[in-house]
């Protein structure tokens, strides 16, 4: 296992992946399980995860986004959904940290009220609050591949109506990132330059 410097500074954005090797069901179940551990508003983990592995499966992914070799070539292709209305479901997700006692009651009955006033009603809201979970989602599970000796790439190359449609997500899931995993081949890129960090960072 590498520190997380070596796992942020080693990981690139894997363009072509080897069709050869697959994942477990175990392995998948793992980097999800690690990549929900990200973080959410109010720990409502609004987010729903897809692996696209069968051969079946990639060929109605690869359809409507583009055809990316990449959805074929690669083991799995994660699609990471943010889910709107995150109050509607967040005394569920709290239930657990409530039972632990990591969280009092009266945080709890605030919570759900703070996160009811903030998104009821507010259909941009939520689809922002969406798009942040489930980008943090994404990110660690590229994380996570990186530290399973895995290669990830990235995609936002896709038709959101037709992903949905073709894999039956309901009106309140957002597809937001689809994520390619599996075994890269040679000749990817390495990591591109950054920018200056005098150019990004303002120390105030």
């Known amino acids: 296992m590498k520190n997380i410097n070596e796992l942020i500074e080693s990981r690139v954005s894997t363009n072509s992946f080897d069709p050869e090797r ?8 793992e980097l999800i399980r690690l990549a929900t551990l990200a973080p959410s508003s109010f720990n409502a983990q609004n987010w729903k995860v897809i692996a696209v592995r ?16 990449k959805i074929a070539e690669a083991a799995v292709t994660f699609i990471i959904c943010g889910t709107l209305a995150p109050h509607k479901g967040l005394s569920d997700a709290l239930l657990a940290s409530l039972e632990k006692g990591i969280i009092e009651r009266s945080v709890f009955d605030t919570w759900i009220t703070m996160a009811n006033g903030m998104y009821e009603g507010n259909e941009v809201f939520q689809r922002d609050e969406a798009i942040r979970s489930a980008s943090l989602c994404a990110m660690t599970l590229m994380l996570a591949a990186q530290g399973q000796g895995l290669a990830s790439g990235p995609m936002i190359g896709f038709d959101s109506a037709g992903v949905a449609l073709e894999f039956q997500l309901t009106p309140s899931e957002v597809p937001v990132m689809l994520v390619a995993v599996g075994y890269a081949r040679a000749g990817n890129w390495p990591q591109k330059p950054r920018k200056p960090l005098k150019q990004v960072l303002t120390l105030v």
């Open 22 to 29: 697959g994942l477990s069901d175990t392995q998948i179940e």
């Open 54 to 69: 069968s051969h079946e499966a990639k060929l109605r992914l690869k359809k409507v986004a583009y055809d990316q070799p």
